[in-house]
Every structure is written in structure tokens, then in C-alpha cells.
């Protein structure tokens, strides 16, 4: 079993920036691909980034390419999500999982093949 708890979320401004921490606890927290996920209400879940075990190599959606940075600590068993020029549509719940299956170049991410997940974490943003 592996625990993820997600903080830093918040309400700002548009154009404006947050950092979300995720801290695990558990299995070896190097062992797992981490991702960021998020969900509007009345809407799916979205992958929001992906990141590989070493910390190497990164996946984002086209909708947070160049405003987003995913990266890890495995020393402090913690993954990141630095947000940037936050838009309002970026309003959501971010949660973070963990997937046990192998990162490679070109791997398309899905919510149900994460196997463990925050609480989650609110981001609003305002116009």
C-alpha cells in the first residue's frame, strides 16, 4: 500500500502561480510512476502530467504544456506539480497517484491505471 497526500492548493488569480506537494508514505516511493490528475465539477478526470520513477522523463497534457512542471524527490518520497500562468479553466480538484506499470516515451496516461490516489487538493482560479 502506498498513502499520498496532497497539499498547496488554493485560490488565485489568474496569471498567478501554485505549487502542489504530494508526500508519500508506505512502499518505496521510488518503485512508482507518480502522475497528476484533476477533475472539474461535472466533468472526468484529466491526466495533468506524469513523471517516471527516476525522475528523467515527464508526460503533460497539451493543455498545461509550457505552464506546468511535474518533478520528484524520492529522497523526501514527494512529488510536485508547479503551476504558472494559471488560467480559470485550470479549476479543479488535483489529486496525485501512483501506477506501478513502467513509464516509457509515447505512453498515453488513464486515471484507472493509476493504482493509488490522494484526497485530493482545490485549485481555483479567478478571471
Known amino acids: 500500500q502506498v498513502q499520498l497526500g496532497e497539499s498547496g492548493g488554493g485560490l488565485v488569480q489568474a496569471g498567478g502561480s501554485l505549487r502542489l506537494s504530494c508526500a508519500a508514505s508506505?512502499?518505496?516511493?521510488?518503485?512508482?510512476?507518480m502522475g497528476w490528475f484533476r477533475q472539474a465539477p461535472g466533468k472526468e478526470r484529466e491526466f495533468v502530467a506524469a513523471i517516471n520513477r527516476s525522475g528523467g522523463a515527464t508526460s503533460y497534457a497539451d493543455s498545461v504544456k509550457g505552464r506546468f512542471t511535474i518533478s520528484r524527490d524520492n529522497a523526501k518520497n514527494t512529488v510536485y506539480l508547479e503551476m504558472n500562468s494559471l488560467k480559470p479553466e485550470d479549476t479543479a480538484v488535483y489529486y496525485c497517484?501512483?501506477?506501478?506499470?513502467?513509464?516509457?516515451?509515447?505512453?498515453?496516461?488513464?486515471?484507472?491505471?493509476?493504482?493509488?490516489w490522494g484526497q485530493g487538493t482545490q485549485v481555483t482560479v479567478s478571471s
Open positions: 508506505g512502499r518505496t516511493f521510488s518503485n512508482y510512476v
Open positions: 497517484a501512483g501506477d506501478s506499470r513502467p513509464y516509457y516515451s509515447g505512453r498515453r496516461f488513464y486515471a484507472s491505471e493509476f493504482d493509488y
